[in-house]
């Protein structure tokens, strides 16, 4: 089909378009997708393009709208982003094996194909661009630690959509090389769900050739190891509980692949209740991840907000006895003549956005309601924490996010992640109070012992 050069002299918010162009070196078809930003045109828009890295034109993230917008989105002042690759192979003979290509000739062909491409993207620039002789669009480039990865699984939930789980080979700085298995959605494909270390089954291991096994005594999710860093805070109430015979009892909002769950089971002693919207992830969850449903971890199908909304009605009403498997909204409590009945010590949230068009953020706008705030209070114990991953889209959002919280908890405790992008909010019912040395609190010992005690001592108070 003929396309009108003119479609692309005006920049139109969210638009579209994707086409075939004989490659200008080799002839082949390759596939050029053209995507406006959502936001209104600035006065001086900019324009940039990206070459698809050779064999990841199946990827999500190059061959699909929410992967381009992702894209465009990591640049804010990018008013129209460009791709170019190679054809995308169908679903059905989707290679299931990428191996990064690095070479000089690679490099060489991708700077003469820049140079090759430049008429075309003059031609699909703005009109006000085009007709600057001394325009030139510039090349974003795109990098991330994967050196190789092998497909282990495709699948269709029924609330998140299309996902995938993956192995990956990623650069180290270490001297031995690291291996991960990794969730993501086609929904949001830039981001990854989960992050979990596996190791090969012999001492030489290539993926795709080797059996790997779980890792499931470390986190690698950046935010993961600042989520659980934040038990130092309650330290010494935790250490009692354990001493007194009552495990501690984590709430976990947002399960996927169950990484923080299995690693609050099995290194540190907690029961864990899990609340997962999608009863796929939760299958994909323990047929690919480890996750093991048992008496020490339950989980359930829901709505994480709707649970804790249910739970603070429900105490708020008086009504606090035991609550069997069947209630509110199917979460799972235990009692076991625990003197903190059925509240939890620590609520811990891992929830994203899921709009692709507010860019990666977390939590959902719906998690800064004052009233769930309140009623994720009166689901926890005296003692107890609340813990959420935050990714904030803006720095207004963040400030909105802070507010929140201390109207309604008593203590507001922030972690960078260190990332860049990730910060771990704690907010506290009651304030923080330690009556036992480091050396008597065995929990504390443990805790430093499974994860990087930095976390622990970047702890600030807000």
Same mark, same amino acid.
């Given at each position: 089909?003929?396309?009108?050069?003119?479609?692309?002299?005006?920049?139109?918010?969210?638009?579209f378009?994707?086409?075939?162009?004989?490659?200008?070196?080799?002839?082949?078809?390759i596939?050029?997708?053209?995507?406006?930003?959502?936001?209104?045109?600035?006065?001086?828009?900019?324009?940039a393009?990206?070459?698809?890295?050779?064999?990841?034109?199946?990827?999500?993230?190059? !061959?699909?709208?929410?992967?381009?917008?992702?894209?465009?989105?990591?640049?804010?002042?990018? !008013?129209?982003?460009?791709?170019?690759?190679?054809?995308?192979?169908?679903?059905?003979?989707?290679?299931?094996?990428?191996?990064?290509?690095?070479?000089?000739?690679?490099?060489?062909?991708?700077?003469?194909?820049?140079?090759?491409?430049?008429?075309?993207?003059?031609?699909?620039?703005?009109?006000?661009?085009?007709?600057?002789?001394?325009?030139?669009v510039?090349?974003?480039?795109?990098?991330?630690?994967?050196?190789?990865?092998?497909?282990?699984?495709?699948?269709v939930?029924?609330?998140v959509?299309?996902?995938?789980?993956?192995?990956?080979?990623?650069?180290?700085?270490?001297?031995?090389?690291?291996?991960?298995?990794?969730?993501?959605?086609?929904?949001m494909?830039?981001?990854?769900?989960?992050?979990?270390?596996?190791?090969?089954?012999?001492?030489?291991?290539?993926?795709?050739?080797?059996?790997? $096994?779980?890792?499931?005594?470390?986190?690698?999710?950046?935010?993961?190891?600042?989520?659980?860093?934040?038990?130092?805070?309650?330290?010494? &109430?935790?250490?009692?509980?354990?001493?007194?015979? &009552?495990?501690?009892?984590?709430?976990? =909002?947002?399960?996927g692949?169950?990484?923080?769950?299995?690693f609050?089971?099995?290194?540190?002693?907690?029961?864990?209740?899990?609340?997962?919207?999608d009863?796929?992830?939760l299958?994909?969850?323990?047929?690919?991840f480890?996750?093991?449903?048992?008496?020490?971890?339950?989980?359930?199908?829901?709505?994480?907000?709707?649970?804790?909304?249910k739970?603070? $009605? $429900?105490?708020?009403?008086?009504?606090?006895? !035991?609550?069997?498997v069947?209630?509110?909204?199917?979460?799972?409590?235990?009692?076991?003549?625990?003197?903190?009945?059925t509240?939890?010590?620590?609520?811990?949230?891992?929830?994203?956005?899921?709009?692709?068009?507010?860019?990666?953020?977390?939590?959902?706008?719906?998690?800064?309601?004052?009233?769930?705030?309140?009623?994720?209070?009166?689901?926890?114990?005296?003692f107890?924490? &609340?813990?959420?991953?935050?990714?904030?889209?803006n720095?207004?959002?963040?400030?909105?996010?802070?507010?929140? &919280?201390?109207?309604?908890?008593?203590?507001?405790?922030?972690?960078?992640?260190?990332?860049?992008?990730?910060?771990?909010? =704690?907010?506290?019912?009651?304030p923080?109070?330690?009556?036992?040395?480091?050396?008597?609190?065995?929990?504390?010992?443990?805790?430093?012992?499974?994860? !990087?005690?930095?976390?622990?001592?970047?702890?600030?108070?807000?």
């Amino acid at each position: 089909m003929a396309m009108d050069r003119t479609t692309f002299e005006t920049l139109i918010p969210s638009r579209f378009i994707t086409f075939t162009f004989p490659n200008p070196i080799s002839g082949q078809l390759i596939r050029v997708a053209v995507l406006d930003s959502p936001a209104p045109a600035a006065d001086s828009p900019r324009v940039a393009a990206m070459l698809v890295p050779r064999h990841r034109e199946h990827d999500w993230i190059f !061959s699909t709208l929410a992967g381009h917008l992702q894209l465009l989105l990591a640049s804010p002042s990018i !008013s129209r982003l460009i791709l170019a690759g190679g054809l995308p192979a169908g679903d059905q003979c989707s290679p299931v094996i990428y191996t990064r290509s690095v070479s000089a000739d690679m490099e060489s062909y991708l700077v003469k194909l820049q140079g090759e491409l430049m008429p075309l993207l003059l031609a699909l620039s703005p009109k006000s661009f085009a007709e600057n002789v001394t325009f030139e669009v510039p090349f974003l480039s795109y990098d991330d630690n994967v050196i190789r990865s092998v497909l282990v699984e495709k699948c269709v939930g029924s609330c998140v959509g299309e996902m995938l789980v993956e192995d990956v080979e990623i650069e180290s700085t270490e001297s031995k090389r690291e291996f991960r298995r990794r969730l993501r959605f086609k929904r949001m494909p830039n981001l990854i769900q989960t992050d979990v270390s596996i190791v090969p089954v012999v001492a030489s291991g290539i993926l795709g050739e080797v059996e790997f $096994r779980l890792d499931l005594g470390v986190l690698v999710h950046p935010y993961l190891a600042p989520m659980v860093a934040s038990l130092c805070l309650i330290s010494s &109430f935790l250490e009692e509980r354990i001493r007194t015979g &009552f495990p501690p009892k984590a709430l976990c =909002i947002g399960v996927g692949g169950g990484a923080l769950l299995s690693f609050l089971r099995t290194q540190l002693g907690f029961k864990v209740f899990g609340v997962e919207a999608d009863a796929n992830v939760l299958s994909v969850a323990e047929r690919c991840f480890g996750l093991e449903v048992c008496e020490t971890i339950r989980v359930v199908v829901g709505d994480g907000i709707d649970v804790i909304e249910k739970i603070g $009605r $429900r105490f708020m009403e008086g009504n606090s006895g !035991s609550f069997d498997v069947h209630e509110v909204g199917n979460p799972c409590f235990m009692n076991d003549n625990d003197p903190c009945g059925t509240k939890f010590d620590v609520i811990m949230v891992d929830l994203d956005s899921s709009d692709v068009n507010n860019g990666v953020s977390a939590p959902p706008l719906d998690f800064v309601r004052k009233s769930v705030l309140l009623s994720a209070r009166l689901a926890l114990c005296k003692f107890g924490i &609340f813990v959420i991953n935050v990714i904030p889209p803006n720095r207004s959002f963040y400030e909105t996010l802070i507010l929140e &919280f201390q109207e309604v908890f008593h203590e507001l405790y922030e972690i960078d992640a260190g990332n860049g992008e990730n910060y771990v909010l =704690i907010a506290t019912v009651s304030p923080i109070e330690s009556s036992l040395n480091v050396g008597e609190n065995a929990f504390l010992m443990k805790l430093k012992q499974s994860i !990087s005690g930095a976390y622990m001592d970047s702890i600030r108070k807000i």
